[in-house]
């Protein structure tokens, strides 16, 4: 990139931060000025802290919630797309939809972060470090919210320092109803899914199907040759069915399945780019739920099952089959309306055969209390401790501890401060010590004897939320990873153990500001420092993330418009045999709306990149120009 466009990069950066600030304080001087016209809402409740439900002010962690209109509204086919519209979440994909997507919170690698639906953990034991196929996961009409927990704060999961992101779909109520929704796009890309659900005060039930499919594009920058376009497809199916048999007893069944066929380029020896994947993934849960005036009693057995195969030039070149096992149990007794003891046990027994039909299994037990007091209405905390015992790398301890401090003020709005500390461990998977063991890998890999990783993080920060609907938040982070394991890029020997930390630190802002009834100003700014062992700069990770939206509302919510803004700035990538290169600074504008035809019936339509951006989050992989996306949306 030339000079002067890094230049109009820097000053467009340096305006994003002069908003969000000019935001802050113009808008604090006037809800100061401005009698209280309405309550603070403080009452909503999330589950991703504790795996109880908590209200959200009174969690000490950094928690966002994307609610299920927002992610109808920006209309993106992927859940990557809808999660790097948050405060300290990036990500890069190598090729479009459907290709390896690597997600990162707070610099930290996709594979420290838990992905659950439902609470069934999407992860893929036969992947080398066990981390979820984020490229798989598409938005669909069954999503209610998604709760993201950011930083080493899901010592209850058992989580690394990434956090946990855990998707919640919707429950069947009342009488027999669903939707349908058809859309298109470039790429010839289309996308029909369809819901089913009803309830009763005993029983309840929903289904969803989705059939996603697109040609994609030509992403690999050295496919001069076939010059193919790589396409991608996906069928999920999505169950969730309960039952009441008494005003205390909950059953509960999850039943997912996602089948995809995905075709790139730049696989094999030497390289071809007529390459194909195909996944099949399998998720279950089966839980009850017993609850009483003082404790509640929670069981549950899931099951994550995955076998993908790898095709060069339509010969098999590579398969492997997954499967965790895992059984939970937590417990909460409430002596008294200001205190909560959470307790729980989970085992884990995870599988992986191998290419060479070799059969790797690894057990893991865990043991966890969380304590929860309320000092008054205003201050809360939050400790507790997890106890892991891993087969092969033995006993390992976790901690939380976290705070939150609410404070009304004059003008009606109200601060909030907040404080939490969490470590974390992860073990080396079966994938990379089988593949160290292996005949693909040489020294110095062969000869280095992989231990565990350990984490531990803290943040603090203050949040303002305004009787108007203003917010205001800053946060600042600061974790370590202490002897990472990495996949050796400079010689591609195996994996190896670094002998330091890597360390991530930075700040979160986060605005949003109804700027009338109709309009709706948002943004988030990100500025992160992330260091290897060596202090120098960690790979795709950029040192400045934001968001700057605006949203409008108007003709009794029949129609609605979204802008957003998305930038990124100062992200170094490593090719072999050349070393560590820098990337282009981007930015990025899409905008989506719709119209509600009727009661039942929804228009809309997207532009993506709509200034047609020439970037590449991995070096040698394009990104999609301009694309139109639409369809309609059905209800009956």
Same mark, same amino acid.
């Given at each position: 990139m030339q000079l002067t466009t890094r230049r109009y990069?820097?000053?467009?950066?340096?305006?994003?931060?002069?908003?969000?600030?000019?935001?802050?304080?113009?808008v604090r001087t006037e809800a100061q000025s401005d009698e209280p016209e309405q309550n603070i809402n403080i009452e909503e409740v999330v589950t991703i802290s504790s795996r109880v439900e908590v209200p959200l002010e009174r969690i000490g962690a950094a !928690?966002?919630?994307?609610?299920?209109?927002?992610?109808?509204?920006?209309?993106?086919?992927?859940?990557?797309?809808?999660?790097?519209?948050?405060?300290?979440?990036?990500?890069?994909?190598?090729?479009?939809?459907?290709?390896?997507?690597?997600?990162?919170?707070?610099?930290?690698?996709?594979?420290?972060?838990?992905?659950?639906?439902?609470? !069934?953990?999407?992860?893929?034991?036969?992947?080398?470090? !066990?981390?979820?196929?984020?490229?798989?996961?598409?938005?669909?009409?069954?999503?209610?919210?998604?709760?993201?927990?950011?930083?080493?704060?899901?010592?209850?999961?058992?989580?690394?320092?990434?956090?946990?992101i855990n998707i919640l779909t919707k429950t069947g109520a009342g009488p027999l109803g669903g939707g349908i929704n058809v859309g298109f796009g470039d790429f010839d890309t289309t996308k029909i899914d369809g819901t089913l659900s009803g309830g009763t005060e005993r029983v309840n039930f929903f289904i969803s199907a989705s059939d996603f499919s697109s040609d994609g594009y030509n992403a690999r920058t050295s496919d001069t040759e076939l010059m193919d376009k790589d396409g991608y497809e996906n069928k999920t199916l999505h169950t969730k069915l309960g039952w009441n048999p008494t005003n205390q007893l909950t059953l509960q069944l999850v039943a997912r399945n996602?089948?995809?066929?995905?075709?790139?380029?730049?696989?094999?020896?030497?390289?071809?780019?007529?390459?194909?994947?195909s996944n099949k993934q399998s998720a279950f849960k089966l839980s009850s739920t017993y609850e009483s005036d003082k404790f509640k009693h929670y069981l549950a057995l =899931?099951?994550?099952?995955?076998?993908?195969?790898?095709?060069?030039?339509?010969?098999?070149?590579?398969?492997?089959?997954?499967?965790?096992?895992?059984f939970e149990y937590t417990g909460t007794f409430k002596?008294?309306?200001?205190?909560?003891?959470?307790?729980?046990?989970?085992?884990?027994?995870?599988?992986?055969?191998?290419?060479?039909?070799?059969?790797? &299994?690894?057990?893991?037990?865990?043991?966890?209390?969380?304590?929860?007091?309320?000092?008054?209405?205003?201050?809360?905390?939050?400790?507790?401790?997890?106890?892991?015992?891993?087969?092969?790398?033995?006993?390992?301890?976790?901690?939380?501890?976290?705070?939150?401090?609410?404070?009304?003020?004059?003008?009606?709005?109200?601060?909030?401060y907040r404080i939490s500390y969490g470590t974390g461990f992860r073990a080396p998977s079966l994938y990379e010590i089988s593949y160290n063991s292996g005949p693909y890998a040489f020294p110095p890999a062969t000869n280095a004897p992989l231990t565990e990783e350990s984490s531990d993080g803290i943040d603090f920060g203050v949040e303002y939320t305004g009787i108007s609907g203003l917010f205001l938040g800053i946060t600042y982070f600061d974790q370590n990873i202490e002897d990472e394991l990495f996949f050796d890029l400079s010689g591609y020997s195996?994996?190896?153990?670094?002998? *330091?930390?890597?360390?991530?630190?930075?700040?979160?802002?986060?605005?949003?500001?109804?700027?009338?009834?109709?309009?709706?100003?948002?943004?988030?700014?990100t500025f992160n420092k992330t260091e290897d062992q060596n202090g120098l700069q960690r790979i795709r990770?950029?040192?400045?993330?934001?968001?700057?939206?605006?949203?409008?509302? =108007?003709?009794?919510?029949?129609?609605?418009?979204?802008?957003?803004?998305?930038?990124?700035?100062?992200?170094?990538? &490593?090719?072999?045999?050349?070393?560590?290169?820098?990337?282009?600074?981007?930015?990025?504008?899409?905008?989506?709306?719709?119209?509600?035809? =009727?009661?039942?019936? &929804?228009?809309? *339509?997207?532009?993506?990149?709509?200034?047609? &951006?020439?970037?590449?989050?991995?070096?040698?992989?394009r990104v999609p120009g301009l694309n139109i996306n639409g369809g309609i949306r059905i209800r009956f």
């Open positions: 990069f820097y000053k467009r950066w340096y305006f994003e931060v002069l908003l969000l600030l000019a935001l802050a304080v113009s !928690v966002s919630v994307i609610s299920a209109e927002d992610i109808q509204l920006r209309g993106y086919h992927s859940v990557t797309d809808i999660l790097r519209t948050q405060p300290g979440i990036g990500a890069s994909n190598n090729g479009g939809l459907g290709k390896p997507t690597a997600l990162r919170i707070r610099g930290e690698e996709g594979y420290r972060t838990l992905v659950m639906i439902d609470g !069934v953990e999407l992860s893929d034991p036969s992947r080398p470090q !066990v981390g979820p196929a984020f490229e798989h996961l598409l938005t669909t009409n069954d999503i209610e919210r998604i709760e993201i927990l950011r930083g080493a704060q899901g010592f209850i999961y058992g989580a690394d320092a990434g956090g946990v996602t089948e995809t066929e995905n075709e790139f380029d730049g696989c094999g020896f030497p390289t071809i780019h007529a390459c194909s994947e =899931s099951t994550t099952e995955v076998d993908r195969s790898d095709w060069h030039a339509g010969v098999s070149s590579f398969a492997m089959e997954g499967l965790i096992r895992r002596p008294n309306q200001h205190s909560t003891l959470i307790y729980g046990l989970d085992t884990d027994k995870a599988q992986v055969i191998n290419n060479s039909n070799q059969v790797l &299994e690894r057990n893991e037990k865990g043991a966890y209390f969380e304590y929860q007091q309320d000092i008054g209405d205003s201050f809360f905390i939050t400790a507790g401790g997890r106890r892991d015992d891993n087969d092969d790398f033995g006993k390992h301890t976790s901690v939380r501890i976290s705070s939150a401090y609410l404070k009304n003020l004059s003008d009606g709005g109200r601060l909030k195996g994996y190896l153990q670094s002998a *330091g930390k890597n360390r991530s630190s930075g700040i979160e802002l986060v605005a949003e500001y109804p700027v009338t009834s109709q309009w709706v100003l948002f943004g988030n700014t990770r950029p040192k400045q993330l934001a968001n700057l939206g605006l949203q409008f509302s =108007s003709f009794n919510d029949k129609v609605s418009l979204l802008l957003n803004y998305r930038s990124s700035a100062h992200a170094i990538d &490593e090719l072999y045999g050349i070393g560590r290169i820098t990337l282009d600074d981007y930015w990025v504008m899409d905008v989506s709306t719709s119209i509600r035809l =009727s009661q039942t019936m &929804e228009v809309y *339509g997207r532009l993506e990149n709509l200034t047609d &951006e020439d970037y590449e989050e991995i070096t040698g992989f």
